[in-house]
T-cell receptor, first 115, second 109 residues
């Protein structure tokens, strides 16, 4: 069974630009969550999508958005990039059956550097 | 929202010794507590998890304990090996998963 795939692995962007990151979950998983990982703040929850609907959202500005497609693949978009957006962006997929929390599997992440 | 505190932030142990990482959480609605190991250049990988209806769970050299009353949970690694060196994250989950800040474990051969 293929794992969670994130593309691209590395990205360098300039301040003010926008970026789109992609995540393909494990086959059969309908929930996709996104996290921002930085050395000072650890893993911070961005949002979760389930069956193409955003189910939860963390405390990030509106410049951070996402969506999920009918095949459960998800994209995350960051507009008007700031230097502080430099981070490892991780995607995790899970079965997420109803209200029962299930094991989440992480991808290797996309390392975004804003210059 | 949920707040998860994790300590210590760094931990060095001699190979063969035990390592203990402790976490506390604030939201009594949290009912699922996974632990992840992250090696350099990789995403976090689940190593063990525990649900709120269980007090302890063991998997070979790894064990997790949960005290719901005190809102504490801990990871115990026995007979540590150099390949256990990594960053370990605890997490608490109700509606969303909240992670601790991470513990960098170094096992000295």
């Amino acid at each position: 069974k293929a794992g969670v795939t994130q593309t691209p692995r590395y990205l360098i962007k300039t301040r003010g630009q926008q970026v789109t990151l992609s995540c393909s979950p494990i086959s059969g998983h309908r929930s996709v969550s996104w996290y921002q990982q930085t050395p000072g703040q650890g893993l911070q929850f961005l949002f979760e999508y389930f069956s193409e609907t955003q189910r939860n959202k963390g405390n990030f500005p509106g410049r951070f958005s996402g969506r999920q497609f009918s095949n459960s693949r998800s994209e995350m978009n960051v507009s008007t990039l700031e230097l502080g957006d430099s981070a490892l962006y991780l995607c995790a997929s899970s079965l997420a059956r109803g209200r029962v929390n299930t094991e989440a599997f992480f991808g290797q992440g996309t390392r975004l550097t804003v210059v | 929202g949920e707040n998860v505190e994790q300590h210590p932030s760094t931990l060095s142990v001699q190979e063969g010794d035990s390592a203990v990482i402790k976490c506390t959480y604030s939201d009594s609605a949290s009912n699922y507590f996974p632990w992840y190991k992250q090696e350099l250049g990789k995403g976090p990988q689940l190593i063990i998890d525990i649900r709120s209806n269980v007090g302890e769970k063991k998997d070979q050299r790894i064990a997790v304990t949960l005290n719901k009353t005190a809102k504490h949970f801990s990871l115990h690694i026995t007979e540590t090996q150099p390949e256990d060196s990594a960053v370990y994250f605890c997490a608490a989950s109700s509606r969303e998963v909240t992670f601790g800040i991470g513990t960098k474990l170094q096992v000295i051969p």
